[in-house]
């Protein structure tokens, strides 16, 4: 909304700040300037243009091309000054400050040149203002009005609004005169064909901020302007492309640049412009974006990317943007549901009953078969308090330590490795540290389609002139895209990391290009002595490793080189390196390089891991795992559990407890009963289906507690309905330690915040809970773990967001870590010994096959396959190289038999080089393919996160679903009957 803000109000307020467009994007410069404008001095930073420095008095040069996140253009002429001194009338947008310069914003000839440039404008533009969507939240009717347009003197010409061709100026007066059709060849209809906004070119005014947006924001260049003069227009492709066919990533920067409605979300056009709004953080990838969600009532119309928001500065992705439907969709569960044994169907009840229920089938698990035989796992998609609440509940209320979450089995290799080489289980850096980098190495992970918006900013970096080196089995993106091309692409072998990392290192070593002087202050010289006669060994050099690897030596050396002596060099890593049974050890591996070369504390350096959701680093944070209390302390340490048990009133168990596959393993032994399962849906996500599934049907009462029956929820006993992010108030932590505010727009439709329903629970089995507001758990979290010590509602409504750790020693946070030295006080360098994964191919299966994520899917689907996102994505699909399909007689689009050791499936094929020969991949976003039932139970050797990356195949051409689908989806068909709610 362009002059619509709620005013920034305090801890239970909306979050918002002052949102005015300054026009130009903010100067760098150290050095000032002096000037007047219209009578008022103004001193702003060298650099900065005309027009920002007038904002800065609170004088709005009129304008419709200039935008602060883009550079200025100069185009539209509706922003032009008057300076003393100097000839013309310059665009305000693209002239600089000038030290005693006088500028004069309004005068008798700027007011008469706007006005006539308006009314070009106008001119070619149809006049239905009062039933256009974008009616009071439209610039160009604002600058109309600024300018003092008051009339348009030149009669209707060849224009591009009238359909009829008869001189009409609005399409409803061109439908009365001419209602059978299009008889101007100027005229283009609206194209509709994205599910979320449309693009009318007769209303497009040319000012080509949607296609800088596309270009500068969002980095994919899939506009353009076609034509030239009166011919021009923007162009989403080739000239039979819509948006739909385009390269459009559906990232909405072109429809919030848009200063008309040319580009308008289909949801304003149904709904009606919003009349309120409040910031919150997105629920999806770890990037942790800032929304404005808009609203009509409670009615959400649309999320807007916040300019304030330090982790996206005003960007978005599709699925931030867009994807947010699944909140109201037909599929979600809004009362609670209860059965005796999962044959029967659910039948619907109170709050109060399924309360009861589930506490009375817990208790008596416990009085049954003892109290360490019940467990909850957290989600990563609630918020930081809920999460604290659900481990608080197994250790205060159930008195074990049988909790465990998502985030083990994706980044707990993450906490591990950086926990042993610098003393901290998180990444070193912002997101605004890559602006300052020279060389980027991408490890696993594929930002453009995982963290997309950190992605846009990156490739912003490398078109300014940073080299890329990208490892990774498939050619990502990244690789080569528009403007961007990495210097380097090591197509290493899935299961090899370590091999290709130790050999990065060993080129370092052995050709001198380490920072012994960064090593000598900051790391324990004893160590990296050891560690240099290990690496050194010619067993770990490129060409030793080429065979296993699969990376051509002279590559990995150039790689190497470039990363060591290219200045600030940066690693972003995800879960292609955590995601293994040596992810702690590749982990290990990349805090070594860093601490080889000296690229810790500092901005433009560092390991950065990406997060796959939203709250992986907060539900780490606050104690999810079995063996650890929140912040990363060791629940066998008698001061750190006294602090606990004095708030709780508790005594605390010493002993660590069981995660996810122990507990699965000892249901099926008999041993562990009952499971208290929020926002995760383990059949789906963790490895090994066939198993986890044999756990859960092996349980008495199994609670799922969601926004939908997912397919955990066909072995569940218990329902309790969640809330979305939009229900509820809490904070999240990005993948940068980024604690954000998340704010309650609208009331839950369930009744309940997930937070009071833990309470519930918990209250019902004896916990005497009495918390009000997420705040008092954000204090209780604040007294209790020493990263968290200084914060609170009031200090994030005040800042923003903060990084942890934040307390005495960081009042407000701690964007960089390690800048004077590590946490742990040397860092410490670690040998990593490649061992090859048990998980090998052979003669029945010949192929590795890998996983990973899609731009437009989230996670399991849950959410956005309930959105128009699956338009892009309808069903996961195989990737396969051309030689390995040729011999297999697979053509592109035939069903195929995906097979391991552990099961089948099957899906489509795509024939495509992305991957190499002997290597496949695919996605785990939909369950009619249930991809895991392939995957194996090996793990890491540290922390048991699953080995999703590595599994031996064979592929073979099918008829359609495997026997296996078709059971399974007939029983799930089966567990999810609903009995008719009673009259």
Known sequence: MKDFLIPFDGPGGTGLHDDTDMGTPASTSTRTVTLRIDGFEVTVPEGTSVMRASAELGIEVPKLCASDNMEAFGSCRLCVVEIEGRRGTPASCTTPVAEGM?????????????RGVMELYISDHPLDCLTCAANGDCELQDMAGAVGLRDVRYTPGDNHYDPSGTGARSQAEARLRDPVGINNPQFLPKDDS?????????????????????????????LTIEGRGFDSRVSAGMKLDDFMTSDCVSCGACVQACPTATLQEKSVIEIGTPNRAVVTTCAYCGVGCSFKAE???DELVRMTPYKHGKANRGHSCVKGRFAYGYAAHQDRILNPMIRDTIEEPWREVSWEEAISFAATRMRGIQEQHGKKSIGVITSSRCTNEETYLVQKMARAVFGNNNTDTCARVCHSPTGYGLGQTYGTSAGTQDFDSVEDSDVVVVIGANPTDGHPVFASRLKKRLRAGAKLIVVDPRRIDLVKSPHVEAAHHLPLRPGTNVAVVTAMAHVIVTEGLYDEEFIRTRCDWEEFQDYVEFVAEERHAPEAVEMLTGVPAQELRKAA?????????AIYYGLGVTEHSQGSTTVIGIANLAMLTGNIGRRGVGVNPLRGQNNVQGSCDMGSFPHELPGYRHVSGSEVREVFESLWNVKLDHEPGLRIPNMLDAAVDGSFKGLYCQGEDILQSDPDTKHVAAGLAAMDCVIVQDLFLNETANYAHVFLPGSTFLEKDGTFTNAERRINRVRKVMAPKNGYADWEVTQLLANAMGGGWTYTHPAQIMAEIAATTPSFANVSYELLEEKGSVQWPCNDASPEGTPLMHIDGFVRGRGRFIRTEYVATDEKTGPRFPLLLTTGRILSQYNVGAQTRRTEN???HEEDVLEIHPHDAETRGVRDGDYVRLASRSGETSLRAEITDRVSPGVVYTTFHHPATQANVITTDFSDWATNCPEYKVTAVQVSPSNGPSDWQR????QAEQSRRILPAAE
């Open 194 to 222: 994205n599910p979320y906004f449309t693009y009318d070119p007769s209303k497009c005014i040319v000012c080509s901020r949607c296609v800088r947006a596309c270009d500068e924001v969002q980095g994919t260049f899939a």
């Open 102 to 114: 006088v500028v004069h914003t309004q005068t008798s000839k700027i007011k008469k040149l706007r």
């Open 967 to 970: 059971d399974y989806e007939a």
């Open 870 to 872: 699956s338009r892009w």
């Open 295 to 297: 609203m009509r009532g």
């Open 561 to 569: 080189r470039l990363y060591a002596t290219g200045g600030n060099g």
